[in-house]
């Protein structure tokens, strides 16, 4: 409870209890807190002390507001430095996030000229793409399209795509996706088919990263990525 005679404002005393809450993990990502009219029953304190210690927890990325469904808990952002190399596994190890995957499809055709220029196809030579839902903290936070060479990386049909794809590249196949091409970042809004898999509404803000990876000077793969703008930060 909060201390009327504390010489620590009330709103910093609620804000303060909020916050521990949030941090300690009592209330997780996503989690609906209270209205202001049930904190300030709860802590028989005003509607104004209230909003104060919420108005600072959001401008401070521990709460975010949804008009006409309330205040929830914020997602924590992934941050990651665009100019330097660092896979999502790597980004969400770096932050203290669990990393799961979602393999949603496998197929293989004939590249259109931009992606055979791009990944240095031969003429004869077919395109694999792997498309997987990267997750953190077990909420989807990306849809990774990835393309490959046939004739170099067929393996990779066989694989189970359930773990970090760069791992499994150094670990069993001694390739070492190390050197990213020119990147393109923009802001996009999401489609059907990245909302329904990304669990949000149609719309919802998302980067779309666009890159293609290199194991020295030979290429990997290109990636086309969309990522919930609301969990990922992207640092210059």
């Known amino acids: 409870m909060l201390r009327q005679d504390n010489r620590v404002p009330l709103y910093l005393q609620l804000k303060e209890s909020l916050r521990s809450s949030i941090v300690s993990g009592n209330l997780k990502s996503g989690d609906k ?28 990325g521990y ?10 808990v914020n997602t924590r952002k992934i941050e990651r430095k665009i100019v330097h190399f660092l896979s999502f596994s790597a980004a969400c190890e770096a932050n203290g996030v669990k990393v799961s995957n979602k393999v949603i499809k496998k197929e293989i055709f004939p590249p259109e000229s931009r992606d055979k220029e791009l990944l240095q196809l031969e003429d004869e030579d077919l395109l ?11 909420r989807p936070l990306m849809v990774e399209n990835n393309y490959f060479s046939y004739k170099k990386y ?12 760069y791992k499994l590249l150094r670990e069993k196949y001694n390739i070492d996706p190390n050197n990213p091409g020119e990147t393109s970042l923009e802001i996009v809004r999401a489609l059907d088919d990245e909302a329904k898999l990304l669990e949000v509404a149609n719309g919802e803000p998302l980067f779309f990263m666009e890159t293609v990876i290199y194991n020295n000077q030979s290429p990997v793969h290109i990636g086309r990525q969309y990522i919930l703008g609301e969990g990922y930060k992207f640092m210059l």
């Open 63 to 72: 709460l975010i507001k949804k008009q006409g469904k309330g205040t929830f």
């Open 128 to 138: 694999i793409y792997i498309q997987r839902v990267r997750y953190a903290n077990e």
């Open 33 to 60: 807190i209270p209205t202001e009219v049930e904190l300030s029953e709860k802590y028989n304190i005003s509607r104004v002390t209230v909003r104060k210690a919420i108005i600072e927890l959001v401008e401070e």
């Open 154 to 165: 067929s393996f990779l049909l066989e694989e189970k795509m359930d773990s970090s794809l």
